[in-house]
C-alpha cells in the first residue's frame, strides 16, 4: 500500500478525490486530507506519507511555497490544479506529475501507476528544477525521462527534436541522440519559451543552431551538425518571419 495524504483548501476536492481513488486506486491508503497548508507540513512531519495530492493554488501558502519550506522533500506527490499555465510549464519542466481539475479516473490512475514504477528514485534533481523554473527566467536545464531514467539536459545543447510515434528522439551538441518518452508536442510545449520552432510535423528545432535555409516548396533546414530537416510549406512563412527577425 501507498501511504498517502491530499492538501487541498477546497474540502469537496479532497472529498472527490478520496472518493476516485477509493474506487480506482485501491493501492493508495489516504491517512489524511488537509484544507490548510501549515496544518498539511506539520501533519507530514507527524504521518510521514509515502505521496501526497498537493493543490498548487491555496491561500496563504501554495503548493510551491509549501515544498520549499519541507525540503529536503522525503515524499513523492502529485500536483493537482484548475489552471495556471505557468505553473504546468514549470511541472512538465521538472518531469513531474500533475492532474488537471476535474480528475479524470484513467490519468489518476497513470499518475499512480508512475509514482509506483519511480519509487527508488530520488526527487531531489526534479524539484531542485521546479523551484528554480519559478523563480529564475531561464533555467539552464530540463529534466527528461529517458529509457534509463531522467536526465538533465541543458537546454542550450539540444539541436532539433524529431518525432517517433509516442516518443521523441533529441540530437544533440557531440553527435549524441537520447530517445525520451514523451511525444513532439509535449517537447515543443516544455520549450516553447525558448528558441525552439516547429518547422515541420515531425521537427522542433534550435534556431540558434541554424546555418541555412535552403529554399524550396517548404525548404530545408541545414544545422549545426551538417544534417538537415524538412520546413514544412505551412510552417515556412512562420520561420522565415523568426529568422529575419
Do not use: W
Not at 506539520?42 to 515544498?67: C, R, S, T, V, W
Request: net charge negative; proline share 4%.
Amino acid at each position: 500500500m501507498i501511504k498517502a495524504i491530499i492538501i487541498d483548501d477546497e474540502p469537496y476536492a479532497c472529498q472527490a478525490l478520496v472518493t476516485l481513488l477509493a474506487r480506482h486506486c485501491p493501492e493508495v491508503e489516504i491517512l489524511a486530507t488537509y484544507n490548510v497548508a501549515k496544518e498539511a507540513a506539520k501533519g507530514i512531519k507527524e504521518l510521514k506519507p509515502q505521496l501526497a495530492f498537493l493543490d498548487i493554488e491555496m491561500p496563504y501558502m501554495n503548493g510551491f511555497e509549501l515544498l520549499e519550506i519541507l525540503a529536503p522533500v522525503s515524499f513523492d506527490f502529485i500536483f493537482t490544479t484548475s489552471y495556471d499555465q505557468y505553473a504546468i510549464k514549470a511541472i512538465r519542466f521538472s518531469a513531474l506529475d500533475y492532474l488537471l481539475k476535474p480528475i479524470d479516473a484513467e490519468e489518476l490512475k497513470s499518475a499512480v501507476q508512475k509514482v509506483i514504477n519511480r519509487q527508488q528514485q530520488s526527487l531531489a534533481p526534479q524539484i531542485d528544477i521546479l523551484l528554480s523554473k519559478l523563480h529564475q527566467a531561464t533555467p539552464p536545464r530540463i529534466a527528461l525521462p529517458t529509457m534509463e531514467g531522467l536526465q538533465m539536459i541543458p537546454v542550450d545543447t539540444i539541436l532539433y527534436c524529431t518525432s517517433s510515434s509516442n516518443y521523441t528522439i533529441l540530437t544533440l551538441k557531440g553527435n549524441q541522440k537520447l530517445t525520451i518518452s514523451r511525444t513532439l508536442k509535449e517537447i515543443e510545449e516544455m520549450l516553447e519559451e525558448y528558441a525552439f520552432l516547429r518547422v515541420h510535423h515531425s521537427f522542433l528545432v534550435n534556431l540558434s543552431e541554424i546555418k541555412k535555409y535552403i529554399r524550396g516548396e517548404g525548404g530545408s533546414l541545414l544545422m549545426s551538425d551538417g544534417e538537415t530537416v524538412d520546413v514544412s510549406r505551412s510552417k515556412k512563412e512562420a520561420l522565415l518571419k523568426r529568422l529575419q527577425g
